[in-house]
């Protein structure tokens, strides 16, 4: 990517459930090198415990060599995969080495939904490069709402211990010289939810709020779907409504040096415009930054 900024990748490839994993899976590296991202976040990525990674696959296959990666995920419940040793989660990649990693399982409500708690609901957390990266993968159902209101609570909380002092406001007339964090993931919620309002500092959850940029509310052009059974036979053999479920958020960029921070721009990605098949059931999106203090690679 070009001097000062920083592009994203997020894209849920579905590497578990959804068929076609063994062809999907080039269709991935095709867009990524195509993309040319510095960081890539995926969800629903699978290692079972002879180490083979649905992620590491991805990365031994990318035409540009030297890139770095993370996994971080649970086991299933045996009665939804009776395999203890696969795990399932996410996966960060970056073209800086990863300094630092923490895997955090999500909360659920108790009593609420039986079964949600067999799925591992999961933050991943890598910093590199200076940034903080996160990945992402809420509670899957549309009535797991109150679910997903614990989750992003929860990973504010975490994400500000991450952070530390880095996002303190000093006062109006210092810069802050750190880049906000990025959050990336399959939220599977709308954006008039109240987990994604939460997010975007437009309704209390807990008593409390934050503030984050949702880039296709920035800088998106359209409805910006990103579940869309219209476009994606994979999407459509699942029957539901299209949606925008999928973000890369920033945080709060105000007083950030040099513009930090700043969304330049937001597409969706990982369709069939490129190689006439779908990377997963969802779409992706593709993100730019600003980023002044952008190392060389």
């Not at 696959?57 to 035409?63: A, C, G, P, S, T």
């Not at 052009?221 to 059974?229: E, V």
């Not at 369709?271 to 006439?276: A, I, P, R």
Request: hydrophobic share 40%.
């Amino acid at each position: 990517m070009g001097e000062g900024v920083l592009r994203i990748a997020q894209l849920n490839v579905g590497s578990l459930f959804e068929p076609g994993w063994d062809e999907r899976r080039g269709v991935i590296v095709e867009w990524l090198h195509h993309l040319t991202p510095d960081v890539v976040c995926l969800q629903e990525v699978w290692q079972d415990g002879d180490g083979g990674d649905t992620a590491g696959w991805i990365v031994d296959h990318m035409l540009d060599a030297g890139w770095h990666w993370r996994f971080g995920g649970d086991p299933f419940a045996p009665e939804v995969w009776p395999d203890p040793e696969l795990r399932f989660g996410s996966a960060v990649l970056s073209r800086w080495p990863i300094d630092e990693h923490a895997y955090h399982r999500l909360p659920v409500v108790p009593d609420l939904h039986p079964g949600v708690e067999n799925i591992p609901w999961e933050l991943l957390h890598v910093r590199t490069a200076g940034l903080d990266v996160f990945s992402t993968h809420l509670a899957a159902a549309p009535e797991h709402g109150r679910h997903r209101a614990a989750q992003v609570v929860a990973i504010d909380e975490l994400i500000r211990a991450a952070r530390g002092d880095l996002d303190t406001i000093v006062d109006f007339t210092t810069p802050r010289e750190a880049m906000p964090p990025i959050l990336c993931g399959d939220f599977n919620a709308e954006p008039e939810s109240d987990e994604i309002r939460f997010l975007g500092g437009m309704t209390a959850l807990d008593g409390r709020t934050t503030d984050y940029q949702d880039a296709w509310r920035a800088a998106g052009d359209g409805p910006g779907w990103t579940h869309d059974w219209r476009r994606n036979a994979i999407a459509a053999a699942l029957n539901g409504p299209r949606k925008r479920i999928d973000y890369v958020f920033v945080g709060n960029a105000f007083l950030r040096a040099g513009g930090g921070g700043r969304i330049l721009a937001a597409e969706l990605a990982f369709d069939d415009t490129l190689t006439g098949r779908v990377a997963s059931d969802h779409t992706g999106l593709v993100v730019d930054v600003l980023w002044p203090q952008r190392p060389p690679v």
